[in-house]
């Protein structure tokens, strides 16, 4: 059980080129979200799934998109990267998302050149 | 809309000090509370939670009392040790939105020996 997995660990862009982060569980969970980390802003969440093919947006959901086409797998791509976007991303899932403990991947440390 | 404000940081302290990080929040109804925590290099872990009104989270020596009349969720620790520093998050899961994690900034304790 390999819990929430993410790759890559490390990325570097220049601007305007694009790019998937990678995110699987294997915990059959119906939910997962993706989250940016910048400083002194904490975890703002950008895109969430409540099951496959269900996709939403959250509160920072500009400049990416996601699709969910298996329970396991909810990829976030970047199409035209802006140095804004550089950011620690986190995947996260969780069975129902109901005050159930969501489970973290170990982030995507992205830089926007 | 909901909202979670955390003390500003770093909170520094000696070893087998008595650690207090305040946390209060904004939410319709009764959310869940949750503190997160984030080891250096590591994604978020869940630390303790709490899910209605009086409920005491605890966990690794840890503890947070959810307290409906202040709109509070303090972390506290009486005697912290060089391996709690780390970041410390607070965080709420609303009740319109259960499923989303809603995260103040975060607070960094460092404790030296």
């Known amino acids: 059980n390999a819990g929430v997995t993410q790759t890559p660990k490390f990325q570097v862009l220049k601007t305007g080129q694009s790019m998937t982060l990678q995110c699987a569980q294997d915990?059959?969970?119906?939910?997962m979200s993706w989250y940016r980390q910048d400083p002194g802003m904490g975890l703002r969440l950008i895109h969430y799934s409540v099951g496959a093919g269900i996709t939403d947006q959250g509160e920072v959901p500009n400049g990416y998109n996601v699709s969910r086409s298996t329970t396991e797998d909810f990829p976030l791509r970047l199409l035209s990267a802006a140095p804004s976007q550089t950011s620690v991303y986190f995947c996260?899932?969780?069975?129902?998302?109901?005050?159930?403990?969501?489970?973290f991947g170990p982030g995507t440390r992205l830089t926007v050149l | 809309g909901d909202s979670v404000t955390q003390m500003e940081g770093p909170v520094t302290l000696s070893e087998e000090a008595f650690l207090t990080i305040n946390c209060t929040y904004t939410?319709?109804?009764?959310?869940?509370l949750f503190w997160y925590v984030q080891y250096p290099g590591e994604g978020l872990q869940l630390l303790l939670k709490?899910?209605?009104?009086?409920d005491k989270g605890s966990n690794k020596g840890f503890e947070a009392t959810y307290r409906k009349e202040t709109t509070s969720f303090h972390l506290e620790k009486g005697s912290v040790q060089v391996s709690d520093s780390a970041v410390y998050f607070c965080a709420l899961s609303g009740m319109d939105s259960s499923y989303k994690l809603i995260f103040g900034s975060g607070t960094r304790l460092l404790v030296r020996p």
């Open positions: 709490a899910t209605k009104a009086d």
């Open positions: 939410a319709t109804g009764y959310p869940s």
């Open positions: 996260a899932s969780s069975y129902d998302g109901s005050t159930d403990t969501q489970y």
């Open positions: 915990m059959n969970h119906e939910y």
